[in-house]
């Protein structure tokens, strides 16, 4: 990142050979500089394109991306159903035709994109082949149930979704986000031949194997940190665990990190570290 290049809304960048990344006029705290829409295919060519996360519902997006893929648009791949990644789906749908995929279940926890009804359902492992180019799908629960990577196996250039974030912190929304789960996930790509990150937010990550090792031991720091402040505290409520669990980050942004809080909570209880009853969390 520097500040000769930033993240423009509407611009067409390329990211990779037959890679181009589009992102949304939608920036803010959890979206960073906006959503990323990725357009794969051959520019030059005459083949189909792919869009992974077409993104949010908003006229310029849709006008850029039509603009963009013009006739060409044969798939759309949505990471998971957050209302910042997949409403999309469904107008460029109308516009194209193009087929929409995706894990095929939307959890009910008032966070996701209700009209999202993908015309294939994708499980771990399955590959979807989009002329010239073939995508795996990666089942990578803990920000969402139903969060998919999709590895673009030729170029080792993994799409990440808001499973890996870059500038911004991932958000673990209990009941639907898990914290444990989240953990595997970040562990399973570790197992996978990816030689780079193109993340929902943000920049290309060109060491993913160091930065899934970073986020892990942020992770497991922060939940060491929230178990001392636990500890310190005896019963108490999210509201007054997150001023000291999170006096590093700015209060504005503490409703926020009370989610990812929770989840941490959660996990410690699964662990035998903390019990809560009534609203009240204590070590144990
Ligand atoms: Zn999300």
Redesign the pocket.
């Known amino acids: 990142m520097t500040a000769s290049n930033p993240i423009v809304p509407g611009e067409v960048v390329t990211v990779a050979p037959g890679v181009r990344r589009i992102t949304a006029p939608n920036p803010g705290v959890m979206t960073g500089p906006g959503t990323n829409s990725y357009l794969i295919g051959d520019p030059d060519g005459d083949g189909g394109l792919a869009l992974i996360d077409p993104g949010p519902e908003l006229d310029a997006h849709r006008d850029t991306l039509l603009k963009t893929a013009g006739d060409r648009l044969r798939w759309i791949l949505c990471t998971?159903t957050?209302r910042?990644?997949s409403p999309l789906a469904r107008a460029l749908k109308a516009a194209t035709g193009a087929e929409v995929l995706g894990f095929g279940v939307t959890p009910d926890d008032g966070r996701q994109d209700e009209t999202f009804a993908p015309d294939r359902a994708l499980r771990d492992g399955d590959v979807v082949n989009c002329g010239a180019v073939r995508l795996r799908a990666v089942h990578t629960p803990g920000?969402?149930s139903n969060h998919l990577c999709y590895l673009l196996e030729d170029h080792g250039l993994l799409f990440t979704?808001?499973h890996v974030m870059q500038g911004s912190t991932v958000v673990i929304s209990p009941p639907d986000g898990d914290m444990q789960a989240y953990l595997d996930s970040l562990e399973g790509l570790l197992t996978l031949p990816i030689s780079r990150f193109a993340p929902?937010h943000g920049f290309v990550i060109n060491t993913p194997q160091d930065e899934v090792r970073r986020l892990v031991a942020h992770r497991l720091k922060r939940e060491e940190k929230i178990f001392t402040a636990l500890a310190a505290a005896g019963p108490a409520t999210l509201e007054v665990l997150v001023r000291s669990a999170y006096d590093d980050v700015p209060e504005r942004i503490h409703n926020v990190a009370m989610r990812s809080l929770h989840a941490h909570l959660l996990r410690l209880e699964r662990n035998g570290r903390a019990v809560q009853s009534a609203g009240q969390w204590q070590s144990r």
Request: glycine share 22%; hydrophobic share 10%.
């Open positions: 998971h957050h910042d990644h920000h969402a979704g808001d929902g």
